[in-house]
């Protein structure tokens, strides 16, 4: 049995990222980036004004109180092709190209403006109120390393720099195949002896809410039908995700189909509940299967938790997900001798920190307290219960 590090550090030393891809910026928006991004322009790309006011050059102004004469305005957009003459000052406004020969600007308060004319009570430092062409950074220096998701801002610090396109990892397409001869996909009444599917409906939307194109197919408890499943999904996703038939029971197949497709056992059995007996099986062509036990809760947490460190694997990422958040628990939390816990809370901000409520309805096969959990609570293993106030790792749910 694995340990729940030992498991994803084995997931890192062996699945691979995808061949990047060209796109544009507007639709790279949530892929990772396989490439440094480097910046097209200077920034500022030209000598602005940071304020709304009056370019100078500071030397005019140094015999304080002083008074120049109005050569003209520049407003946001405008060139200013005019050199600023002796003694003179050129209206501007934030954002708009200063002159040349001016070298500072002042502050549209600080001045006593009449038509024609400014009165400076105060001299300006050579460099005040001015934005230099590239004095954020020079065109050329990188402005997003390799592995980042670009996320809203990321793109906006792209944008702003005139990149239009960038070598990305493209979004895994992920295969699901849902096993069990008791689940009962689809609307209509329960039949006797069957389950609603709460696999199917749990990896569309956990998949589709992190935006990842995903398939789901309900395959039957038979050798060849898992194996035909098996062999498409390999061929057609870039990680295949199972849920069901990775325990010891004699329907439970997923891994003899694996076997019999070439995948090679990778790791069986992690120190975790729920979600103990999982499973990861590397293919010949590097897709990665990731085998689910069947409870819910299971899939759940292996969601989370490694279908989150694949998915960022196959994208490149620089550090790999889960992320895990500190926090901690509200109340003492009953815990297993054996296996750490992946247990649903409810979490509250409370100065600081996140104080988790770990929920009733714990088991594998329980999917309830979910109406109300909004976090996912990692607890190790321990004899006695975990304190109420005890440091905690957690996982958003939403
Ligand atoms: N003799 C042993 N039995 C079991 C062991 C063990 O070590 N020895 N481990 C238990 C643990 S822990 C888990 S977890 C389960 C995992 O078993 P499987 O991965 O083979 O999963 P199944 O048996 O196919 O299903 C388990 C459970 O989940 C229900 N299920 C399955 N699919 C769905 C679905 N799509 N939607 C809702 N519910 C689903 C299924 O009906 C079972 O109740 O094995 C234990 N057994
Ligand atoms: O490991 Mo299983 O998911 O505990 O019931």
């Not at 990896?203 to 038979?222: C, K, M, N, Q």
């Not at 293993?381 to 440091?391: D, F, H, I, N, Q």
């Amino acid at each position: 049995m694995h340990e729940i590090d030992a498991a994803l550090a084995l997931c890192s030393e062996r699945v691979g990222a995808l061949a990047p891809v060209a796109q544009s910026l507007e639709s790279a928006l949530g892929r990772v980036l396989a490439e440094p991004a480097s910046s097209v322009l200077d920034l500022p790309p030209f000598a602005q004004s940071g304020l709304d006011g009056y370019a100078v050059r500071a030397a005019d102004t140094e015999a304080a109180p002083s008074s120049l004469a109005l050569a003209g305005e520049v407003p946001a957009g405008a060139v200013a092709t005019e050199r600023l003459p002796a003694n003179g000052a050129v209206r501007v406004f934030t954002g708009a190209m200063v002159p040349p020969g001016a070298d500072a600007v002042v502050a549209q308060e600080r001045v006593r403006a009449e038509p024609g004319r400014i009165h400076l009570a105060a001299p300006v430092a050579a460099g005040d109120g001015l934005r230099n062409r590239g004095e954020e950074l020079a065109a050329g220096a990188i402005v997003c390393p390799p592995g980042q998701r670009l996320h809203a801002a990321r793109l906006a610090a792209l944008a702003a720099a005139g990149v239009e396109r960038v070598m990305v990892r493209p979004a895994p397409r992920v295969a699901v195949l849902v096993t069990g001869d008791e689940v009962q996909p689809g609307a209509g009444e329960t039949a006797p002896g069957r389950i609603r599917d709460a696999n199917g409906p749990l990896l569309r939307g956990w998949l589709s809410e992190r935006g990842y194109p995903v398939e789901i197919h309900h395959v039957a408890d038979r050798l060849e039908a898992v194996r035909a499943h098996l062999e498409q999904a390999l061929a057609e996703a870039d990680v295949v995700v199972t849920t069901g038939g990775v325990s010891v029971g004699d329907y439970d197949l997923v891994m003899q189909a694996a076997a019999d497709q070439g995948v090679e056992t990778v790791f069986w059995r992690v120190r975790q509940k729920p979600g103990k007996p999982l499973y990861l099986g590397l293919a010949p062509n590097g897709v990665p299967l990731l085998g689910l036990p069947g409870n819910p809760a299971a899939v759940l947490a292996g969601a989370s938790v490694f279908l989150r460190r694949l998915l960022d694997l196959r994208e490149g990422l620089a550090v790999p997900g889960p992320e895990l958040l500190g926090g901690v628990a509200a109340h003492p939390v009953r815990r297993d001798g054996v296996r750490d816990g992946w247990l649903r809370a409810r979490r509250e901000a409370a100065e600081g920190t996140v104080r988790l409520h770990v929920l009733d309805r714990q088991a594998s096969h329980m999917l309830s307290n979910l109406g109300e959990a909004d976090a996912l609570v990692r607890v190790p293993a321990g004899e006695t219960p975990l304190p109420a106030g005890a440091t905690v790792q957690w996982l958003p749910l939403d």
